[in-house]
């Protein structure tokens, strides 16, 4: 069973320095990785998805995959005061449709 | 972008009755998902649904759920009768496909409490 773990728990940074979130993942078979962002009381939305080894930017944020590390990262460049929120790994099963394995999540606060 | 829309956002319920949540998806989407979170744990996938069925679903969708979309309307998750255990936000996520490429759209989540 996929077990997707992130870290840390939380993170605060001070705005415009480089906040960097973790993510491991426990089945090297999955093909589609992605980290969403939850701000209070709103539904998700999605930053950035990878699919294959190297880096993927969107915007401010980039995430790098290793798959043979079984790891995927999120940096996130310039952070504001209106990026604080809970910050979601999700990993797709390629082999059981669109399904996807969350992590618990980062909380991350910019302070101003 | 394409937004989800969840109705209600709260719901609070004595345990045995019966609650349908509602999820309005982005128009042309033709894939539909429930998940769930319990405070404090991460979100878990429900089910997923297509063309009118059930694709797959997890262990935690069990038989006192079912879900339907009729006639295009509303995607539904009911749950008949309810437990304490149910007590938890559900999201719901729609896309247009399957494919690797295909963005889940998620609702902002409808709270329910089981007393």
């Known amino acids: 069973q996929q077990k997707v773990q992130q870290s840390p728990e939380s993170l605060t940074v001070s705005e415009g320095a480089m906040a960097s979130l973790n993510c491991t993942f426990s089945?090297?078979?999955?093909?589609?990785f992605r980290w969403y962002r939850q701000h209070s009381g709103k539904g998700l939305e999605m930053l950035v998805s990878?699919?294959?080894?190297g880096e993927k930017e969107e915007g401010r944020f980039t995430a790098h995959l290793n798959r043979a590390s079984l790891h995927v990262s999120l940096h996130i460049r310039e952070p504001q005061p209106s990026d604080s929120a809970v910050y979601l790994c999700?990993?797709?099963?390629?082999?059981?449709?669109?399904?996807?394995?969350f992590g618990i999540g980062t909380r991350v606060l910019v302070r101003p | 972008g394409p937004k989800v829309l969840q109705i209600p956002s709260h719901q609070i319920i004595d345990m045995g009755q019966m609650v349908t949540l509602n999820c309005d998806p982005v128009?042309?989407?033709?894939?539909f998902y429930w998940y769930k979170q319990i405070l404090g744990q991460q979100m878990e996938f429900l089910v997923n649904?297509?063309?009118?069925?059930?694709?797959?679903k997890s262990k935690l969708f069990k038989d006192q759920f079912s879900v339907e979309r009729p006639d295009g309307s509303y995607f539904t998750l009911k749950i008949q009768p309810t437990a304490l255990e149910d007590s938890a936000v559900y999201f719901c996520?729609?896309?247009?496909?399957?494919?690797?490429?295909?963005?889940?759209?998620f609702g902002p989540g409808t709270r329910l409490l089981v007393l």
């Open positions: 996520a729609s896309s247009q496909g399957q494919a690797n490429q295909d963005t889940q759209y």
């Open positions: 089945d090297g078979t999955s093909d589609n």
């Open positions: 990878i699919f294959s080894d």
């Open positions: 999700a990993v797709r099963h390629g082999s059981a449709g669109n399904k996807l394995t």
């Open positions: 128009s042309n989407h033709l894939y």
């Open positions: 649904f297509y063309n009118g069925k059930v694709m797959e």
